[in-house]
């Protein structure tokens, strides 16, 4: 038998590193965000690799949206969410690393930090948000995003923002694109239906205002052969919707939230994707429609170029005339239109969960093993 002093000698058993993954926004929002993060923790889980143990934390569900004092409650829940229950259960669990996958991390972590930061456009464009959001979203951000042991970046024009607005060394970031779903059930070009698509909330910065108008300038002047295309809009909320409402006409349906089935139909059988917005981190309705094969028409700016690929057709000028003059451009010609739709789907073969599962889980074992953290 071993005397004490050798025994307390002797190696202890090493264990499976920890990530907790700050997962609460996919309780408490229908938007790209929550689909980031509940895909990541499907395809993480079915990647079954091991080396690393991963808990996804979805905390406790927000308050319905019902004026500014839940508004207000919500917030509260979410500061102490996640500057302090998520380090206090960090410490309980002896985590190894905590993933913010929203742009910001705790303020403080008793241990590694990887954050995933979605887009700055906070920074690039911030007259489209409120002045207290847009301070809390930038001390934080580039606080997170300089003290991380590894950032995760959607896109690479995502981390070029990184770079250039927050001085992050390039060594540090890994640019990891968000998943998609290939169509299971792949639809003819022919079926197609005459409609554009839309999809996403109503933000200032998404130019939802300017489509509706160059949308109806659009179906004015177009001819009766082939039949114009009207407008449908999947989503609500934001800043901006009360204006999109009031101006919308008979050529535009507003769906508002659509479940993944319906939106899934309506990428199947849009003739086209129209992505006016200003800026992007990543622009997940892009490339969800470019897997359904459907053709997209996106803002030349941010990612899109990125994520739309040869594939994609470039608006240049987001003014309602641009969109307009945009519109009757690519929807004149369907062959062509239809061809370009063939090529997106094979573009899209670019973005999967699995990839994304295996680069972040890449990412957790570098925050890990990192002899600062």
């Given amino acids: 038998m071993l005397p004490a002093a050798m025994a307390d000698r002797r190696p202890r058993e090493a264990k499976t590193p920890l990530v907790l993954v700050d997962?609460?926004?996919?309780?408490?929002?229908?938007?790209?965000?929550?689909?980031?993060?509940?895909?990541?923790?499907?395809?993480?889980?079915?990647?079954?690799?091991?080396?690393v143990r991963v808990r996804f934390r979805y905390g406790p569900p927000g308050l319905p949206r019902r004026g500014r004092l839940t508004r207000l409650a919500n917030l509260v829940l979410d500061l102490l969410w996640l500057h302090v229950w998520l380090p206090i259960e960090a410490i309980a669990q002896r985590a190894d690393a905590i993933h913010a996958p929203v742009n910001w991390a705790p303020w403080w972590a008793p241990c590694a930090t990887v954050v995933t930061v979605q887009d700055l456009s906070f920074e690039r464009l911030p007259e489209a948000y409120p002045d207290g959001f847009g301070r809390y979203a930038r001390l934080f951000a580039r606080r997170s995003a300089?003290?991380?042991?590894?950032?995760?970046?959607?896109?690479?024009?995502?981390?070029?923002?990184?770079?250039?607005?927050?001085?992050?060394?390039?060594?540090?970031?890994?640019v990891i694109p968000i998943g998609v779903h290939p169509d299971p059930t792949p639809t003819p070009s022919s079926?197609?239906?005459?409609?554009?698509?839309?999809?996403?909330?109503?933000?200032?910065?998404?130019?939802?205002?300017?489509?509706?108008?160059?949308?109806?300038?659009?179906?004015?002047?177009?001819?009766?052969?082939?039949?114009?295309?009207r407008l449908v809009l999947a989503g609500s909320g934001g800043s901006e919707e009360a204006l999109v409402r009031a101006t919308a006409g008979p050529e535009c349906e507003l769906r508002g939230f659509v479940s993944e089935a319906e939106l899934d139909?309506?990428?199947?059988?849009?003739?086209?994707?129209?992505?006016?917005?200003?800026?992007?981190?990543?622009?997940?309705?892009?490339?969800?429609?470019?897997?359904?094969?459907c053709p997209v028409l996106v803002a030349d700016n941010s990612s899109l170029p990125e994520v739309g690929g040869s594939s994609a057709l470039m608006l240049d000028d987001a003014t309602p005339e641009g969109i307009a003059a945009a519109l009757g451009d690519a929807l004149g010609d369907r062959a062509a239109l239809a061809e370009r739709g063939a090529r997106a789907r094979a573009d899209a073969a670019r973005f999967s969960w699995a990839g994304a599962a295996t680069a972040t889980l890449d990412a957790y074992a570098t925050a890990v093993a990192s002899p600062t953290r």
């Fill in 265 to 293: 139909d309506l990428y199947r059988t849009a003739s086209l994707l129209v992505m006016p917005s200003a800026y992007e981190g990543f622009g997940l309705p892009v490339a969800e429609a470019m897997a359904h094969g």
């Fill in 146 to 174: 300089r003290r991380a042991t590894v950032v995760i970046a959607t896109s690479s024009a995502t981390a070029a923002d990184l770079t250039e607005l927050y001085g992050v060394d390039p060594g540090r970031i890994r």
């Fill in 23 to 51: 997962a609460r926004l996919a309780r408490r929002r229908r938007t790209g965000v929550a689909t980031y993060i509940r895909e990541l923790d499907r395809a993480v889980t079915a990647s079954g690799r091991s080396g």
């Fill in 191 to 229: 079926d197609r239906r005459p409609f554009v698509l839309h999809v996403g909330e109503f933000e200032p910065r998404k130019r939802v205002p300017a489509l509706v108008a160059g949308h109806r300038e659009y179906h004015r002047a177009a001819p009766d052969i082939p039949p114009p295309c």
